[in-house]
């Protein structure tokens, strides 16, 4: 269990340490004025609590992310607690951190509109539709799931649970944030914390054992099929780094108080979720008695993680333990589902420069959304999931190079966010090559070779572009 308690304090000292190095990075200014102060609307535009607003930015960016996804990563081995840790310290909390400051620097604007003003007009209008299509497809995948669970525990038309939570997802969309989102979230995002440090109570003082970093040997009986580089980097996708995250930061970037809260809201939200992952995957190693026994038992289940979850929780934890997985498999998925839709009515409201206040104009932006979700529903969801893990991380680079082009007219700091642009990039070229839902390579020197290939053209062209950054923007 070593391992796991040094990954923990990495995990916690990195707030205190790195996160106060990139307040510095950032220059953070208690007396600037915040988007929820100049641009108040009481719909999107609204000061909250800053710790409410940590929980609901938790939940948001969290959802099923930190439990199904560190499962499904366990199986590679302990090699699992690396990537969480390290990735969540220097890439996935500094992306959070840094994009969050950039969109409340910006008045809250969506992602696309912030990275067009960085990386150009042309990457933002491709963004634009990238990251709506990427908000859509998690809509779908956090519809599906929870209303499969919910036919399962019930016995009621899976279709009867789709139109009930897609009637939730129109009214929690449409709704002033602080009506909803602002009193519900929260509470939700306390549990998420107390069902992961139960769970972790249970791993420390039950007489589980979790195994130790001892080799980086890949544990999936296919291997072969999915190597660790790039396939655990795009597996564990929210307990480490998360394209998905920025998209949800415009949300709490408009009802934050004061610059100061960003490091507890951006970057410790981050944090506390990759402490969730980090617990998550101890707990499915050591239930299962280590990666080869979470193997065997997921793939007699249909490697199904949320059989998994269910499993765990209502053996080690009970009573408490049932309706806490009831949360994690049901209500976290449907509390991302319904924030993915309003962050895409946020961008195409920005997009298209239609006012939010009116309720009217909040429905001709939402109903298109919900008619295209509702017609995706009925895609294999093996399809949509797969395609979705990839378009995330993908996401997550041209954050990245957004903020590498920031830093650079901050003339800031450069680094912290350069090394993790190119290492992110190089993972999703790569898993072009290597995995069978594109290329098909497989873990060759070539399919690698390639990846680095286009991972060194992408940067030179990233870098090149940035270079002749003036500051005032690009037209093109």
């Known amino acids: 269990m070593i391992t796991f308690f040094v990954c923990l304090s990495l995990l916690v000292a990195a707030y205190f340490f790195y996160g106060r190095y990139l307040d510095k990075v950032c220059r953070i ?29 938790l939940l948001n960016i969290a959802g099923i992310g930190p439990i199904f996804g560190a499962v499904m990563g366990a199986c590679f081995g302990p090699v699992a607690f690396l990537w969480i840790t390290f990735g969540g310290i220097f890439l996935g909390a500094m992306h959070d951190y840094i994009s969050g400051v950039i969109i409340l620097r910006h008045d809250g604007k969506s992602l696309p509109e912030v990275v067009a003003i960085y990386l150009g007009s042309g990457v933002g209008r491709v963004l634009r539709w990238f990251s709506l299509v990427l908000l859509i497809l998690v809509g779908v995948v956090f519809l599906r799931s929870p209303a499969a669970i919910l036919s399962d525990m019930t016995g009621m038309s899976m279709y009867l649970w789709l139109g009930v939570i897609v009637v939730y997802y129109f009214v929690a969309t449409l709704m002033p944030i602080d009506k909803i989102i602002g009193r519900a979230y929260p509470v939700f995002g306390a549990a998420l914390i107390i069902m992961a440090l139960a769970l972790a109570g249970v791993v420390i003082f039950g007489g589980y054992e979790v195994p130790e970093m001892t080799t980086l040997h890949n544990f999936r009986p296919d291997a072969a099929a ?89 053996t080690t ?98 680094w912290v966010a350069l090394l993790p642009a190119v290492f992110m990039t190089f993972v999703c070229t790569s898993f072009v090559f290597v995995s069978p ?29 940035i270079r002749h950054d003036n500051g005032s923007g690009f037209d093109a």
Not at 45 to 51: D, E, G, I, N, T
Not at 319 to 347: C, H, K
């Open 437 to 465: 839902q594109f290329v098909g390579m497989g873990a060759t020197t070539a399919a690698y070779a390639a990846g680095a290939a286009v991972t060194l053209a992408i940067s030179i062209l990233m870098i090149n572009r």
């Open 29 to 57: 200014d208690p007396a600037a004025r915040v988007p929820s102060e100049k641009l108040y609307d009481g719909v999107d535009y609204m000061s909250m609590p800053r710790w409410r607003v940590f929980l609901i930015q």
């Open 226 to 314: 999915m190597p660790i580089i790039p396939t655990l980097f795009i597996t564990i996708a929210c307990g480490a780094i998360s394209g998905f995250h920025a998209t949800q930061s415009p949300l709490m970037a408009r009802c934050m108080g004061n610059e100061r809260e960003c490091r507890s809201v951006f970057y410790g939200a981050m944090i506390s979720e990759s402490i969730i992952a980090l617990i998550w995957a101890a707990v499915a190693m050591a239930f299962f008695h280590g990666a080869d026994g979470l193997n065997a038992a997921l793939a007699a289940h249909g490697n199904d993680a949320g059989w998994a979850v269910t499993e765990i929780s209502h």
């Open 317 to 414: 934890l009970g009573m408490v333990g049932g309706v806490l997985a009831v949360l994690g498999v049901v209500v976290a998925p449907i509390t991302s589902g319904d924030t993915a839709f309003r962050s895409a009515r946020l961008i195409v409201s920005d997009m298209f420069g239609i006012d939010q206040r009116s309720v009217v104009k909040r429905l001709w932006v939402c109903v298109p959304l919900f008619a295209i979700g509702i017609v995706m529903t009925f895609i294999d969801f093996d399809v949509i999931w797969r395609y979705f893990a990839w378009s995330n991380q993908a996401l997550s680079v041209i954050t990245l190079w957004m903020i590498v082009a920031w830093l650079r007219r901050m003339r800031r700091g450069l």
